[in-house]
């Protein structure tokens, strides 16, 4: 039994509006990653994902507040703490984070290596700037990178070696676990490949313990991480090995989600896309039950009559769906 | 599949140059392209590829700097605006982003009575443009009266787009080009959007160009396709032919940096700059 | 629309510059419904009067109901208002030479120091070192002096006008009093005559109206050339674009402050009326709204919804009037608040020097400011010719700027604290 990286227990955080209105964008949301595993995050716009990833760190800010839940990194319970304990001894040692176009981050009137000198310093301030220069040096020829991009400022390097420079510089100090929010979303599909293999090869040379990859392009989580969770709405509705969730979903909206992926082989242009019709739920007043009943093709009034929990099949396999796996495939089936 | 005879539209050596001097940027050099009646073609590159360039000198809303366009046979002129207005009552388009495609200090109604006036429509009485624009809407399964008097701001994104396909509907051009149609929409809404412009080829026998960088989507989609690099035709033809058993080193390369799911994604052909 | 007044309406910024701008608008209005008198009317002779109540002399005397009151300190207060600080210490000074120690007169105690003069002043005394002219100074002060103890009354006469003598006709004593508002003519200056004597507050509102119109008009006329300009340059591009930017580019090298005085200077004084003035500085401000609306506009041509627009066969007039225009809109309304501030100022600029409007028609803040300047107000400390009109186009200008920061908080969300 592999050690526990993150665990995350009933995890919901908020925003405020100005008018004082709670939104729940996550909702009681459990979830474990393993050592040497990656978890990857699918789901839509506006379901929840990136608010997820910024809580994870529990680095809140308004208008995002924490309301309740555990975040357990490596058994260090970080729930609650203290902001500034937090960016001090959580943050690049522990657990550290990219948010999507990390790249346009860098600050352009400094050398790459400036920045590693600043990440280092901040929790070592005795390191020398040669130790420091041979480190990322090392750290730089292991993931592929030229040296010479060390010396460089960021406005010399193209937009694929920025994104994988940024990755690097996150992960100097090999945190426990890396969670990436749509790390090559902005990228062309020769970038984004030598960014997934940049990720691949932190995971496989043991920089990164564990990984979190939140995208919503789904032919992307299947090839990167070895378990996929499909959140929508602010839950995860289902969670499941990558394999099964894109070749066996059980859950309607995974389903469809899964249906609606184009890939360019052979026999996809027999496929038939699946649509899910409406728009997600206004989360200033969730709906009663089942976030997706409302769109949901299966729809029955017990669905929206009390509020659904996940149910548990064997392995580490679950869905959030008031009925049974039978049930389910056999309504599958006769479509 | 294809007659030679009925090609709607095509160019010739199309060429856009920006800029003089030193800051030359040839953003299209000397493409040549063209379309049949009712058949989808996909025009697939990356960012800087000039597809969206080359779309637009398509559409006659930018210049041309070389080269030629020919509508139905004959050379396109669109020197004046009248000259314009008639052009652009067969070639029509819809664009990626909606919430830019509308004027958000009109309300929804007058995008498609805009319509309704360029057929020539608008000496009809309001229950006829009434009439006109709810089936237009229910092509694309919205309710018009639940639309109507509305401003942009207050409808979704997918129904944005869709109204933009209920506008095609109202128009009926010959030619239809779409530029990322379906990048900023759901996922779940994406067939629906693709069904509909499907639906717009089958039942009034539109050309259909999709402008694109996903070539997944390209190949789902279309009959023929196109592939850019740089301003440059690299490789066109069927699309089974060129997704399948690309010949290029580029198309090559292109198709293997996409994620599968059914084939081995290899990444091992990945060589760091 | 709604939602937009809303907000405009609840910025703080807004707010407050609005009723301060307000408060001077309806000040404009109302004032000249209450006092009635023109404002270039002269009715001081003489420069510079400070700021007070003026009472008629002879209608206070005169008055038909005298009230008589015994106050304590009304005695004392009349000595010490007749003897000023400089007449005290010239006082002090005789009577030191005369021998009596300093530390014995006590200048502040009137009585105390009249009476120690009177016993002790002899007019014929000539101390060393003293000139004549200093002894005769104090032989006539000695003399304004005789009578300011005693208490007894005035007494009123006129010359007969057959005989020429002087025929009592009435006294006034010492515990006399009129009700002011009794008296028929009383005028109230609160800030005082300039100097050419007329009354400061009524020039001044008057000032401040004058120069808002001017501002009005002048920013209206240099906001609309500016929005055609830009509009036409930023939409069309090619050689128009070229043209409309050369001609900008003039007017941007040429300082508009001195085209300004050389088109005022060879107008002449006679055609220089308040609205040729406002039209001039219309026409020679235009330049930063025509570069600014032309920079947005560059960055609207190229939007989805102008090339649909183009795509429905709208005409450029159409495009530009309908999909260009309302997203400048607001950009334009903050432009026109500080064209109008910024020709206010180049009003009083310009009035300073003597090229504003013609100074016997209307008074400008500007123009107030000039006469303060050339009869040397400030030199001589008359701060109500001067200090009024300065408070008045800051606040005139604090107020406007202020409104355009609220404005630019609610259509730029990103400015916001």
Known sequence: ?335 | MTDGNDVVLSGSGLTKVFGMGRQRLTAVDHVDISFHKGEISSIVGESGSGKTTLAKMLLGLISVTEGEVYFQGKKRDISTQRKRKEYWKNIQAIFQDPYSSYNIFRKIDTVLLDCIKMRNGNRYSYEEKYELMSEACSFVNLKFEELTNKYPFELSGGQMQRLMIARIFLLKPKILLADEPTSMIDACSRATILDMLMKLRDETGTTLIFITHDIGLAYYVSDSVYIMEHGVMVESGCADDVILNPQKPYTKRLISDVPKIHEEWDLSTVTYK | MRNTLRQVFRSGKFVVGFSIFMAMLLLVMIYPLFFKAPPLEIIGEGTFFPPGIYVSTLDAVNSETTYTLHLDDAAAKRLASRLSDEERLDLQEWLVLSGIPEEEIDISNTEELLSLWKSNYEPNQRFPGMTNARMRYFQRLDTSLSGLLSNEGVTISISNAETGDLEEVGSVSPSDYVNVKRVANVRVLPLGTDNFGRDVLTELVKAIQVSLQIGLVAGVIATFIGLIFGLVSGYIGGSTDDSIMFVTNLFTVIPSFVLLILISFSIGQEKRGAFTIAAVIGLTSWVWTARAVRAQVISLRNRDHVNLSKLSGHSIVHIILTDILPYVASYVIMALILQISSAILMEANLSILGLGPRTTEVPTLGLMMNWAMIYQAHILGKWWAYFPVIVSIALISFSLNLMNTGLDQVFNPTLRD
């Open chain 1, 1 to 335: 039994m592999s050690k526990v990286m993150l665990e995350v227990n009933n995890l919901t955080t908020k925003y405020v509006t100005r008018f004082h209105e709670n939104i729940y964008a996550v909702d009681h949301v459990s979830l474990k990653v393993e050592e040497g595993k990656s978890v990857g995050i699918a789901g839509e716009s506006g379901c929840g994902k990136s608010t997820l990833a910024l809580s994870l760190m529990g680095y809140y800010f308004p208008p995002l507040h924490y309301t309740s839940g555990e975040i357990i990194i490596d058994g260090q319970n970080i729930s609650g703490m203290d902001p500034d304990k937090v960016r001090k001894s959580i943050l690049g040692t522990e657990i550290a984070y990219i948010p999507q176009s990390a790249m346009n981050a860098l600050n352009p009137t400094r050398k790459i290596i400036h920045f590693i000198q600043d990440v280092i310093r901040a929790h070592d301030p005795k390191a020398t700037k040669e130790e420091i220069y041979e480190m990322a040096k090392e750290r730089f020829d292991l993931l592929g990178l030229p040296e010479k991009v060390l010396n460089q400022f960021p406005v010399e390097l193209s937009g694929g070696m920025k994104q994988r420079t940024v990755i690097a510089i996150s992960v100097i100090l090999c945190p426990k676990i890396l969670i990436a929010d749509e790390p090559s979303s902005a990228l062309d599909v020769t970038s984004q490949k030598m960014v997934i293999k940049m990720l691949l090869d932190l995971m496989d040379h043991g920089i990164i313990k564990s990984m979190i990859f939140i995208t919503h392009e789904l032919p992307l989580l299947y090839n990167v991480t070895d378990d996929i969770m499909v959140m929508y709405a602010g839950q995860i509705v289902e969670k499941a090995t990558a394999k099964e969730a894109v070749f066996d979903p059980i859950h309607p909206y995974s389903k469809g989600l899964m249906g609606s992926i184009i890939v360019p082989e052979s026999g996809v242009r027999d496929a038939k896309l699946t649509a899910i019709p409406g728009v997600p739920p206004n989360l200033k007043n969730p709906p009663e039950g089942c976030h997706f009943a409302e769109r949901c093709k299966y729809v029955q009034p017990q669905c929206t009559a009390q509020s659904i929990e996940l149910r548990h099949l064997e392995g580490d396999r679950s869905y959030r769906c008031i009925f049974s796996e039978e049930h389910l495939r056999e309504v599958y089936k006769n479509d």
